[in-house]
């Protein structure tokens, strides 16, 4: 007679207990037990004795049963921990929700290396097999990346919706929207937001001016100091530039029947000699002419300050719909799904992956019913509407490069390794390395992977619709590939939303800093500004009203978004893992270094804040969430 000792968890989630029956059956490689029935499975733990005829070898496969007594009763699996008679502990992390409708739930507790058990082969065949039919992919909009199947949150897994469990304050806002209000004219911080903004991947040193773009030397002279000029500038690579041409003939809407209007703006940057980055002149078309005037900071007062708000709405634009909406969260949709219809979740790339897309396919289907719907908050704030959107976003997707989401590459390609103060690049660096060492360390060799290959053409189909252009991979061959890849993916889905998130509130409460829309025209030509014009140019009351409903992450209106709703979902910050998917000794190691490192990083960073005039929190790793859930 052999004797297993077996305790069961369940998640200290609200409501994870049930009163439903369930029974256990142990698998090992010499047999299987009979099903035994667990008593008091709605407690956090449950310890019951499951006994065989014959010792069943080393345990490789639990499956858990689950049905009805009464009501339906969803159940939320923690673990299950198994000790054999001679003492050795097995464990299974399990982390799902089960209702009566699900087949019986079947986990190894880690993926054997050379695979050599056909129970186990055919368990990932069967689990993918079930995951591929659960979440499956549709086109939202014509060359977008396509994402989850589903029109609302009520057809959501319950393992992917949000949970129940304790509010929390997502970040705070150490750039008050006060100390906009007092700067936000001058050339100084709008420079300074390029860097350090919500947007920061839009800048690039200027080697040479595009023929489209006809400031001459002595246009600029004034504002380059002395002993220097626009050429000599140019060479020391002091000049940079901004250029919105993926916004060219974007079609405007209406709001409230009244037509608003989108410019595609160049912005032209100079590194003075204390350092700091300030306009030197601004272009508010493609297309130079006596119609396209290119302002300078000598104009008068409202005709500069009407070029850099134009800039400003731009911007605002690009990042929300560019830099924000595809480049974080639907390209994070596209990794989560991906990894849910490839990879068995006892692959470690699955335990390495999953806690970074905790809640993003919940955030990004309401996004999709609330914001960014025909008659939603996209059009009743933004200039383009979602007529606009949908062909930014396919535009945005068209120029999106492997390079450009690497943030190593997209620094040395936009010629950004060297300007002083940006905190955007010298914070997320130290972050990319330290996820690079921790996904790279003791990473096995892809090429024999089916699994993982299977996964990353997945992701470069539906993703990025098979464009090679796009130098995304549609195979990873060797270890570095592979480490690059899940650094980009984690990256991606963490620090990469941190940065373009978490100061919208900061930079885009005063909204003369950050127009959604604009009720005029661009200007034609120089002075004909004025102190009411400007006013009127600027969005209506109830336009800013409803921006500052999705900019303001601090203080998210989960009832405007969602109806009244008891719960939202807990802030993960990075490297927290609360599901303990790893089971061997090696990796939980690498993930308390992981740990360390961030805390060191925080405390850097923390330290630099305490000198600094304004103050860079957004990839404070007590600021960054592990996954895009808001």
């Not at 930014?392 to 068209?398: H, N, S, W, Y």
């Not at 619709?465 to 480490?483: K, N, Q, Y």
């Not at 630099?608 to 404070?620: I, M």
Request: include cysteine.
């Amino acid at each position: 007679m052999a004797i297993y000792k077996v305790k069961v968890a369940t998640g200290d989630i609200l409501k994870a207990g049930t009163k439903n029956s369930i029974s256990i059956t142990l698998v090992g490689s010499r047999g299987e037990s009979h099903q035994t029935t667990i008593k008091y499975w709605f407690l956090p733990g449950t310890d019951l004795t499951v006994r065989c005829e014959q010792d069943l070898g080393p345990i490789v496969l639990i499956r858990l049963h689950k049905w009805r007594l009464f009501l339906e009763d969803a159940w939320f699996c923690k673990d299950v921990r198994v000790t054999a008679p001679d003492g050795t502990l097995y464990r299974f992390p399990c982390y799902q929700w089960r209702s009566n409708l699900d087949p019986p739930l079947s986990f190894p507790g880690k993926k054997l290396a050379d695979d050599e058990l056909e129970i186990l082969r055919e368990h990932r065949r069967r689990e993918l097999k079930e995951r591929q039919e659960a979440y499956q992919w549709k086109t939202f909009a014509e060359g977008w990346p396509r994402c989850l199947n589903v029109d609302s949150v009520l057809e959501l897994d319950s393992n992917v919706r949000f949970s129940c469990v304790r509010a929390t304050n997502f970040n705070a806002t150490p750039l008050v929207p006060e100390y906009v209000a007092a700067h936000w004219r001058e050339d100084d911080f709008f420079g300074y937001q390029f860097l350090n903004g919500n947007n920061p991947i839009v800048i690039r040193q200027c080697a040479a001016l595009p023929a489209k773009f006809p400031v001459t030397p002595q246009m600029v002279a004034d504002f380059l100091g002395g002993g220097t000029d626009l050429d000599k500038e140019m060479r020391e690579g002091r000049i940079f530039i901004v250029d919105y041409d993926v916004l060219d003939d974007i079609p405007a809407g209406t709001i409230h029947g009244r037509q608003q209007y989108i410019a595609a703006p160049l912005c032209l940057l100079h590194q003075g000699a204390d350092g700091l980055l300030r306009p030197i002149a601004i272009q508010l078309s493609q297309t130079p002419g006596p119609t396209s005037p290119v302002f300078l900071p000598s104009d008068a007062e409202w005709d500069w300050l009407l070029a850099k708000t134009w800039v400003r709405n731009a911007d605002f634009y690009s990042h929300q719909l560019l830099t924000h909406l595809l480049r974080t969260h639907l390209f994070g949709e596209v990794f989560a799904v991906a990894t849910l219809r490839q990879l068995p979740s006892c692959h470690p790339i699955f335990k390495l992956l999953i806690p970074h897309f905790h809640f993003t396919l919940h955030i990004n289907t309401l996004a999709r019913s609330v914001l960014i719907n025909p008659g939603g908050i996209i059009d009743k704030v933004s200039s383009g509407g979602t007529g606009g959107l949908l062909l930014l976003v396919r535009r945005g997707l068209e120029k999106v490069t492997y390079a450009s989401l690497c943030l190593p590459d997209d620094i040395r390609q936009r010629g950004m390794t060297q300007i002083p103060n940006y905190r955007y690049r010298d914070d997320g660096m130290i972050l990319w390395e330290a996820i690079r060492r921790w996904v790279t360390t003791g990473r096995g060799g892809p090429m024999g992977d089916a699994e993982l290959q299977a996964w990353a053409m997945e992701i470069f189909v539906n993703g990025f619709l098979s464009r090679t252009s796009s130098g995304i991979p549609s195979s990873l061959r060797t270890v570095a590939e592979l480490g690059k890849f899940l650094t980009m993916v984690v990256f991606t889905c963490s620090v990469q939303h941190a940065a373009v998130n978490n100061g919208q509130y900061d930079l885009g409460a005063f909204v003369p800093n950050a127009p959604s829309s604009m009720r005029h025209p661009p200007p034609t030509a120089k002075g004909k500004t004025f102190l009411q014009h400007f006013l009127d140019t600027l969005p209506e009351v109830d336009t800013t009203a409803n921006i500052l409903l999705p900019v303001d992450s601090s203080h998210l209106n989960w009832s405007k978004l969602m109806g009244p709703r008891p719960c939202v979902p807990s802030q993960r910050l990075l490297g927290q893992y609360p599901e303990e998917r790893f089971t061997e000794a090696e990796p939980r190691r690498i993930i308390r270094t992981f740990r360390g490192e961030l805390e060191e990083i925080r405390d850097l960073l923390e330290e630099r804040n305490h000198v600094a005039t304004l103050r860079y929190n957004y990839l404070n790793p007590l600021e960054t969430e592990n996954s895009i859930s808001i």
